[in-house]
């Protein structure tokens, strides 16, 4: 199992950016993939970014694509999801996620308001 700490949600204007940081204590070379996942209230999980920690290939979901950009910084084993022109459909808790040793992880997620 993969312990992260999320930081950087928060309320937000329309148009207005945010980064999601996720540091785990776990030697990052250790885990195949981290990513987002968002739930908004009576909504199911939706998964909004992965990125490999080997190769730094990567994925969007189409909703976020040309907004969103996920990245990695190994030596700090830290994943961070840039989010810019944020409006009101991207309103939910952001969950960092881990796959390693065949299972998944997750963190206790932060929110993120995105309201004028």
């Known amino acids: 199992q993969v312990q992260f700490v999320e930081s950087g949600g928060g309320l937000v204007q329309p148009g207005g950016s945010l980064r999601l940081s996720c540091v785990t204590s776990r030697d990052i070379y250790t885990i195949y993939a981290m990513g987002w996942y968002r739930q908004a209230p009576g909504k199911q999980r939706e998964l909004v970014s992965t990125?490999?920690?080997?190769?730094?290939?990567?994925n969007y979901a189409d909703s976020v694509k040309g907004r969103f950009t996920i990245s990695r910084d190994n030596a700090k084993s830290t994943v961070y999801l840039q989010m810019n022109s944020l409006n009101p459909d991207d309103t939910a808790v952001y969950y960092c996620?881990?796959?390693?040793?065949?299972?998944?992880?997750w963190g206790q997620g932060t929110q993120v308001t995105v309201s004028s």
């Open positions: 996620v881990a796959i390693a040793d065949g299972r998944t992880s």
């Open positions: 990125i490999t920690i080997v190769g730094g290939s990567t």
